[in-house]
């Protein structure tokens, strides 16, 4: 490849502790950026990585912004490190908590637009407020499908949402009845309905926020495509009250429906009930625009400026024009540089440069980003010295100044980038700039042995000094032949404790930094982690970090996940998640088990828990897992090529000892920590503890024996699981008639026949439905019913619950025969004549690490259809003779004749 690592993003990420290598080598015009790590843009930490035989091993864009920090660096053909130019770090994006009900699938579809866009969104299920906090989030929507009748939205959950002082954009009917409940101006019942709605007239053209961050076409009419389709609630506002702001209107005569509304500042409404995947690109822009507009945050306690002097350029006036740069500028968030107006002075913060003793010198009063803050400038007479100074930023919408510190302006050139601490030695170059502007921190580096030179300036074709400089050597490394290819150093070599003396840079043990890949405080073998022990680090990708370990806690043995950390790693919210199937176990070595104490191969145990209380104790209650492992080992070629084997790990026997597993620690593998596949479908349901052995190879005559290795313990040298692989069982018993239908009949309590016409007054009326949705040990995860009619038309949700969190964790069997009525649910569609399939679905908590569970077998979810025809009282009912109207003439009707055959209907009846 061009490239084995590829960086280009707005947001910080590392990339440590990998041997990178194979960079394709041209030399054809454009290949330079070809290396093993390519920043082409924002902030990248790169650190702790052996980076061999590329093209270059690092390669820095204009707009990279690289932190390159103890990594060795070596026999790359063209540079060690190559860079067009430098930079700096990146602000994350906004932060969204989209509350949700009924319909996770169109939260979901609404994340998913928002996140393609820059926005972190964590949907959160109604019932789970107000147990989650909404401290971490910057706005909250409400979605349409938290609708309650009689504007009753839940009065609890709402006045949490208020008390957390955060700004709230409410969507549709839900938003509507969140805003009544709040007794808003904006909210139920001050509203029509629409049930086909899909525009607005924008109120005022120039307003910010059809501007920023998306610019919205408007035409002379002033309406504007939101949804391709959707309906829509409209708040009556005549006249409009002093603390509502009015955005968009209803497109009618009358003028006075709005669509888009905010009050008290802090509540706006996006009365439109259409799907994500409805909305226009015009509308996608504009809601991007809305949220970006009321999230508008202040930031009281942000740290002030750091000002630096940046240099100077004397100008032909006879001025010089002096820089300055915030350092830390990143610290500011981008919207403190929104437009809040469509003037010329439109940025939401002002910067000005005074002279010490107060004189504005100059100012800027459009910055588009907090970037602007690295170039800001005034002049100055060059035959006078310049007074030391300083800036303002003035937040207009907030009222909050932030004063810099006092600098005094030089002519000297700025510094940025950082450089330290890295081996680089054995390139075709050290470090090479296009242009050296002197805009990097290298520092306490060991830049050797490099063909061509240790630091080049292709601009002016000569070598370059490396400002500041300080802590550089030249020197051989000594790397340690015992561990080739490692690049571990010897206890003399010059790079031992002469890295960076700062104390954030100190080794594991406490001590000044070693330059190179096993300095710092990220240093770790690879495959292992620094210092002496077993760790077991995740099962599935799922860290062990949160898996609960306290035999005390409720939830001992079970995934524990809250829904930062799921965002975090990518991995499910898991509450209360025992294990189930296949299990894919991975851990680490210590450095010194692999290089001090030699171990090679290693056991995983496994002891089941005589009961829910008593861990295994004795040694002889674990047994070595014996499951197959295989892996592919990557064999690069010195032509470019990448040969491949599979290789089989164990379980086997070597040197006497049976079930070992080899230990794969360096060279190129896949999935080089995972140490062994448990299948928990063996295993009965219950608590289990995984520990391992570990053994180093000795030669004797006549072959290698293994001799165990006793290392030192730690918290996480062994892992409590719980395991349950229970089938969940769902069924729907049967589905009832209300007592209002005049086909009720209270001898079967109203009970329709299976595949039986269904026959209704009109199509909201009640059905009931009695069902099981189970798991018989208390692991349910969730249990929906719901209905499809026709070709695969969606009716929407009868019913649904999900685990509420107990304590016992295993104290949520689900429900067992219990009756629910269509006319309670908030999601379903009225009632079509046509065939119709009632679904009931359950599903278990049990995951393998890498997702929850699903399927069968066991059955880790159910599913169960019942069908039958909804119809409308039209029905001749076959001229009379079905007489309990069952769909059907049978011996039922007959038997119902023959008893009452002959008897007088008077006078109720009489002819």
């Not at 993003?9 to 440590?16: K, L, N, Q």
């Not at 300055?324 to 919207?335: F, G, S, T």
């Not at 630091?455 to 002016?460: A, F, G, K, P």
């Not at 692989?725 to 729907?732: C, D, K, L």
Request: glycine letters at 10%.
């Amino acid at each position: 490849p061009q490239h084995v690592v590829t960086f280009n993003g707005s947001m910080g990420a590392v990339i440590s502790g990998f041997r990178i290598v194979g960079s394709q080598i041209s030399s054809v015009g454009g290949s330079w950026h070809f290396a093993g790590v390519y920043c082409q843009a924002g902030p990248l930490v790169i650190r702790n990585n052996i980076i061999e035989n590329n093209k270059s091993g690092i390669a820095v864009e204009t707009d990279g912004r690289p932190t390159i920090v103890n990594n060795t660096i070596l026999n790359n053909d063209a540079a060690g490190i190559i860079f067009a130019a430098g930079a700096g770090p990146y602000e994350p994006p906004v932060r969204i908590a989209f509350i949700y009900d009924v319909d996770p699938d169109g939260a979901a579809a609404y994340a998913g637009l928002l996140e393609r866009r820059g926005y972190d969104v964590d949907p959160i299920a109604l019932s789970e407020l107000p147990r989650r906090s909404l401290q971490p989030y910057r706005v909250i929507l409400i979605g349409h499908d938290t609708e309650r009748e009689g504007c009753d939205w839940p009065s609890k959950e709402a006045a949490y949402i208020a008390e957390s002082g955060k700004p709230v954009l409410a969507m549709g009917e839900g938003g509507y009845d969140f805003l009544g409940q709040l007794q808003l101006n904006t909210g139920c019942p001050h509203g029509a309905h629409s049930d086909v709605n899909t525009d607005l007239i924008v109120v005022d053209r120039n307003h910010v926020l059809y501007h920023y961050p998306n610019p919205i076409p408007i035409p002379k009419s002033g309406q504007i495509g939101i949804y391709e389709k959707s309906g829509s609630v409209e708040i009556y506002l005549d006249p409009v009250p002093r603390n509502v702001e009015v955005w968009g209107r209803y497109p009618d005569q009358a003028g006075n429906h709005y669509l888009l509304t905010r009050e008290n500042g802090r509540y706006a409404f996006w009365g439109f009930t259409g799907s994500a995947k409805s909305l226009t690109k015009l509308g996608a822009d504009l809601l991007e625009n809305v949220i970006r507009y009321v999230s508008r945050a202040c930031y009281p306690n942000l740290p002030s400026p750091e000002l630096i002097a940046t240099g100077g350029e004397v100008l032909p006036d006879n001025m010089i024009r002096y820089g300055l740069r915030v350092d830390n500028w990143y610290v500011y968030p981008a919207e403190l540089f929104d437009p809040i107006s469509t003037g010329p002075c439109g940025s939401r913060t002002d910067v000005d440069i005074y002279a010490e003793g107060g004189e504005r010198l100059y100012g800027f009063c459009a910055l588009g980003s907090p970037e602007g803050l690295t170039d800001l400038w005034f002049g100055y007479p060059a035959d006078e010295e310049p007074p030391s100074v300083y800036i303002t930023l003035t937040d207009r919408l907030c009222g909050t100044v932030w004063q810099s510190n006092l600098v005094t302006p030089t002519v000297q050139p700025w510094v940025t980038h950082v450089i330290t601490n890295n081996i680089i030695v054995r390139n075709n170059t050290g470090l090479f700039y296009y242009a050296y502007r002197g805009d990097g921190q290298i520092l306490y580096n060991d830049v050797w042995n490099n063909a061509y030179r240790n630091y080049h300036d292709n601009h002016t074709g000569s070598t370059f000094v490396p400002q500041p400089g300080t802590g550089e050597i030249s020197a051989d490394p000594l790397f340690d032949p015992a561990y080739p290819d490692t690049y571990i150093l010897t206890d003399v070599s010059p790079c031992k404790d002469t890295g960076n003396p700062a104390a954030a840079y100190n080794d594991p043990d406490g001590t000044r930094n070693d330059m190179g890949v096993w300095g710092g405080p990220g240093a770790g073998g690879p495959g292992s982690h620094p210092g002496g022990g077993f760790i077991f680090t995740d099962v599935g990708n799922l860290p062990t970090a949160f898996i609960e370990q306290d035999p005390g806690h409720p939830s001992h043995g079970l995934a524990v996940v809250d829904a930062v950390n799921a965002a975090k790693f990518a991995i499910p919210a898991y509450k209360d998640s025992p294990f189930g199937g296949l299990l894919r176990i991975y851990g680490l070595f210590g450095e010194t088990d692999i290089h001090v104490h030699g171990v090679r191969y290693y056991q995983i145990l496994i002891a089941p828990w005589p009961d829910e209380s008593t861990p295994p104790t004795e040694p002889d209650d674990y047994e070595p897992i014996t499951s197959a492992l295989y892996k592919v080992h990557y064999l690069p070629q010195g032509d470019g090529t990448v040969l491949t084997e599979v290789v089989h790990i164990g379980a086997k026997e070597v040197g006497g000892v049976k079930h070992v597993y080899e230990l794969t620690y360096t060279g190129w593998w896949s999935a080089m920590n995972l140490r062994v596949l448990l299948d928990t479908r063996s295993l009965a349901n219950g608590k289990y503890t995984l520990t391992y052995r570990a053994y180093r190879p000795v030669g004797f005559i006549g072959g290698t024996i293994l001799l165990p290795v006793t290392l030192p313990a730690n918290d996480l040298d062994h892992l409590d699981i719980l395991v349950n692989n229970s089938p969940v069982e769902a069924v729907i018993h049967s589905v009832k008639y209300d007592p209002s239908n005049p086909n009720y009949d209270p001898g079967s309590d109203g009970e329709i026949p299976e595949c039986g016409v269904i026959t209704l007054q009109e199509p909201e009326e009640n059905l009931r439905f009695t069902i099981t949705a189970r798991h018989p040990d208390g692991y349910l995860r969730y249990w929906v019913l719901d209905a499809l009619w026709g070709k695969n038309h969606y009716a929407g949700v009868i019913a649904s619950q999900s685990y509420p969190g107990t304590i016992p964790p295993d104290n949520w069997p689900g429900v067992v025969n219990a009756e629910f009525n269509s006319a309670d649910s908030t999601g379903l569609n009225p009632w079509e004549a046509c065939s119709y399939q009632f679904r009931l679905r359950a599903y278990t908590r049990a995951t393998n690490g890498q997702g929850y569970l699903y399927g069968d077998p066991p059955g880790y979810s159910a599913e169960f259809n019942d069908h039958y025809y909804i119809g409308f009282a039209a029905c001749g009912w076959c001229n009379g003779a079905d007489i309990n109207r069952s769909g059907r003439v049978d011996l039922a009707d007959f038997a119902r004749l023959a008893a009452e055959w002959m008897n007088d209907c008077a006078p109720d009846c009489a002819p």
